[in-house]
């Protein structure tokens, strides 16, 4: 497969089908590209109304020409396009890349052709990229399938980047806000309605470029993860950075992506979480791509995230810390000696703390940042350093600042950013090649991405143990199993889960509550009323037999008048916590199973406050999602609480984890609210939970 998706990108021949002499036609763009850029191979215009085209001989039809190319752009429409497609698959082409829109982004009709162009392929080993696509272009190569004007508008220069998109607009944007920097690109190719090739397999095929050291991808949909996280872990292995703009994050931008591209939106938060997973960067736009890009390509792997703020402004000192705050990122606790060693080379009012504010004498000392920068470098605890620069001009040795800082970074190979509003005083660091922005913001934000990313490529990855069997009782497919069962489910594979008796009479029913003892709780049980309490099914807190035996009566009268199966009622022990929690879990369609773990309760689908989660994971990472949440301030503890267990709700997770990924599709979805979590030590209960079966 990687064989053949190579070839596309370095094919030793190509053939235009639909080809025109005229440059400014998507036909003729193709050809003058590749005469422009270099490329080495044999170009073979398909034209029959010409001779000659831009200088090559023209062929009447794809079987005329002297070979078989490597690669077939497919320039004609309408029902041109499929039989040019069912020609290239006959005549034995590698890979054809469809340009031609009105297929699958259309409708039924659109999809249907769409479908047959791909079984063709398929069946005769021909890869298909697109349709509706701006094509492929490698400016390694000069190897340029494509028609984007943006090749024109901003001239290519060769790179260590590379750009896959689903949207040729897209990868267009991104290509020119990168040449806009000053940052060659290898890569730009659009991968459309994705019909056979995705974003996945040819970031794969990118990511084997020895010399891409940045992958860049736009997606509107991932249709096939498995690909894209081949692509991540090999370039996981390689320390090449992905960042990823995956939009339709909005209903709104969901039905825009169907009607682009005719792909189904994946849900948002899940999305997030396979990123992560992966050690793919998500970001929002081809701005945020770019203002990025130099900082990866200088090689920036912080060990931690620590920052130094340094200034010749007291202010700029206040606003660089609170932007540190908003991005996650702690001042470095700089240690007496560097504070010594700072206040050695700064006038007596300066602060050599941090943030350090080396004050208006920079106007009078140009090499103060200079002196300053080596002074805390050796200090273990400073990681990334970030001089906010709010004023200079007339008197101030710009150029010195410049060549300081550049020297610094060289020899220590420490992140150094800089912020510069004024133009005069950011080209000099721009021109020493110093990731230079034009508010602390986007500096402190670029420092901040990259520290928080390198973590995130570094995580050890995790290898669960054999998952387990998890058979499911008898019963149809899709329906609910019944609380009971769902509990004993969860118990058999080690859930901590509350003590129960199933009863059929007023009579069992005390009993049950003489064996469990006082205060007990008395629910229905239902298969088909999953929420109990909605319907008035449950009562908390029942402190005699006799109150146990009315509600046996008076829920199953209710039971058989809503004309629901009736179980029985569940007599439970009334347990308490210091906070209820939620874990649920899901088999998704694109994803396989999926893990949500936040605040639990009557309101958890209100407040929305969870974080999800990939399998494998660990308790660790159970642990850090928490933290992420609205409620983390009381995971440990305020106003005199204890903290909460934590260690054991994220224990409880991962053993959810490899309950759905061992039912192997079975399960499709668990939903265990509340969970009890005592405090540190005590442990986590589940009281409630429900189990449903996947569909036939």
Same mark, same amino acid.
């Given at each position: ?5 190579t070839s596309?990108?370095?094919p030793?021949?190509?053939?235009? *089908? ?5 440059i ?12 422009r +850029? ?10 029959p109304t010409?001779?000659v085209?831009q ?8 079987a005329?020409l ?5 690669? @077939? ?5 309408g ?13 034995g ?11 699958g ?10 479908r +047959?162009?791909?079984?063709?392929? &398929?069946?005769a ?8 696509t ?10 340029i399938?494509?028609?984007s ?15 896959v998109?689903?949207?040729g ?41 020895p010399?891409?050291?940045?992958l ?22 390689r ?9 339709? &994050?909005s ?6 992506a ?10 948002d938060?899940?999305?997030? #979480?396979?990123?992560?997973?992966h050690g ?6 081809? +701005?945020?791509?770019?203002r990025?890009?130099?900082a ?10 620590r920052?130094?703020?340094?200034s ?6 206040v ?15 700089? /240690?007496?000696?560097?504070? &010594?060693?700072?206040?050695a ?6 602060? #050599? ?9 920079l ?6 940042f ?11 605890? #400073?990681d990334l ?10 008197g ?10 550049a020297?610094?970074?060289a020899?220590?190979g420490?992140?150094?950013a800089?912020? =510069?509003?004024?133009e005069?005083v950011?080209?000099p ?12 913001g986007?500096?402190?934000g ?7 990313h390198?973590?995130?490529m %570094?995580?050890?990855?995790v290898?669960?143990?054999a ?18 069962d769902?509990? =004993? ?9 509350v003590?129960?008796r199933?009863?059929?009479?007023a009579?069992?029913?005390?009993? =049950? ?13 239902s ?5 109990? /309490?909605e ?8 402190a /005699?037999?006799?109150?146990? @035996? ?9 039971m ?9 009622v ?54 850090q999602?928490?933290?992420?949440? %609205? *409620? ?7 106003r005199?609480d ?16 490899q ?23 005590e442990?986590a209960?589940?009281?409630d939970a429900?189990?449903e079966?996947?569909?036939?």
């Amino acid at each position: 497969m990687l064989d053949l998706l190579t070839s596309a990108l370095n094919p030793r021949s190509v053939a235009i *089908i639909g080809a025109s002499d005229n440059i400014h036609k998507i036909g003729g763009r193709p050809i003058y590209y590749m005469q422009r +850029h270099g490329y080495q191979g044999a170009v073979y215009p398909i034209n029959p109304t010409r001779e000659v085209i831009q200088g090559h001989k023209s062929y009447a039809s794809l079987a005329a020409l002297p070979e078989v190319p490597d690669l @077939a752009l497919v320039v004609v429409g309408g029902d041109k396009t499929v039989a040019a497609v069912e020609e290239c698959a006959a005549r034995g082409v590698k890979s054809a890349v469809v340009i031609a829109s009105g297929f699958g982004e259309t409708g039924p009709e659109g999809l249907e052709q769409q479908r +047959h162009m791909v079984a063709k392929a &398929r069946a005769a080993g021909m890869r298909l990229y697109g349709p509706n696509t701006q094509g492929l272009a490698n400016f390694g190569t000069g190897a340029i399938a494509g028609f984007s004007t943006m090749f024109i508008e901003v001239p290519p220069m060769d790179g260590p980047i590379g750009i896959v998109s689903q949207s040729g607009g897209m990868s267009a944007m991104a290509y020119g806000l990168l040449r806009g920097r000053g940052l060659g690109v290898r890569h730009v190719h659009a991968t459309g309605n994705e019909a056979d090739v995705t974003v996945g397999e040819l970031a794969l095929a990118v990511a084997h470029d020895p010399d891409v050291r940045l992958l860049l991808l736009y997606l509107e949909s991932i249709a096939n993860p498995e690909m894209l996280a081949a692509a991540a872990a090999h370039a996981r292995a390689r320390d090449l950075p992905i960042i990823a703009i995956k939009a339709g &994050r909005s209903a709104g931008g969901q039905k825009a992506a169907s009607s682009h591209t005719g792909s189904l939106a994946n849900e948002d938060r899940t999305v997030d #979480a396979f990123f992560r997973h992966h050690g793919i960067w998500r970001v929002r736009d081809p +701005h945020e791509q770019a203002r990025a890009a130099q900082a990866y390509l200088k090689g920036w792997r912080p060990e931690g995230r620590r920052l130094v703020v340094i200034s010749n402004s007291g202010a700029s000192c206040v606003m660089g810390a609170d932007a540190a705050d908003d991005e996650g990122l702690p001042l470095a606790e700089l /240690s007496p000696e560097t504070q &010594r060693n700072v206040a050695a080379q700064l006038p007596g009012f300066a602060t #050599a703390s941090n943030p350090i504010d080396i004050t208006a004498a920079l106007l009078s000392d140009s090499g103060l940042f200079g002196k300053v920068l080596p002074a805390v470098a050796q200090d273990p605890a #400073a990681d990334l350093f970030f001089l906010n620069i709010p004023v200079a001009g007339a008197g101030y040795d710009v150029q010195a600042f410049a060549r300081d800082a550049a020297a610094f970074e060289a020899a220590t190979g420490k992140p150094v950013a800089v912020a =510069a509003w004024q133009e005069s005083v950011a080209e000099p660091f721009r021109a020493q090649g110093i990731a230079t922005f034009p508010n602390e913001g986007e500096a402190v934000g670029v420092l901040a991405q990259v520290a928080q990313h390198t973590e995130l490529m %570094r995580r050890a990855r995790v290898a669960w143990p054999a998952l387990p069997d998890v058979p499911l009782p008898p019963g149809q497919d899709g329906g609910f199993l019944n609380e009971v069962d769902s509990l =004993a489910l969860l118990a058999q594979h080690g859930v901590p889960t509350v003590p129960l008796r199933l009863v059929r009479s007023a009579q069992e029913a005390r009993e =049950a509550f003489g064996a469990i003892g006082a205060p007990v709780v008395v629910k229905a049980c239902s298969p088909e009323v999953p929420h109990k /309490s909605e319907h008035g099914l449950v009562a908390l807190n029942v402190a /005699s037999a006799d109150e146990a @035996a009315a509600l046996f009566e008076r829920f199953w009268l209710k039971m058989g008048d809503m004309g629901v199966a009736r179980d029985g009622v569940i007599v439970a022990a009334m347990r308490r916590g210091r906070h209820e929690f939620m874990i649920g879990a899901r088999q998704d369609p694109v994803f396989g199973p999926v893990v949500v773990v936040g605040d639990g309760g009557k309101n958890v689908e209100a407040m929305k406050d969870c974080a999800v989660l990939l399998p494998p994971f660990s308790a660790h990472e159970v642990a850090q999602a928490l933290r992420t949440l %609205r *409620i983390a301030p009381l995971l440990d503890g305020v106003r005199g609480d204890p903290p909460l267990d934590i260690a054991a709700l994220s224990a409880l997770a991962v053993t959810i984890g490899q309950v759905i990924a061992g039912a192997r599709g079975s399960i499709a979805s668990l939903d265990l609210n509340p969970v009890l979590v005592g405090a540190a030590g005590e442990g986590a209960i589940v009281v409630d939970a429900l189990v449903e079966r996947a569909g036939a």
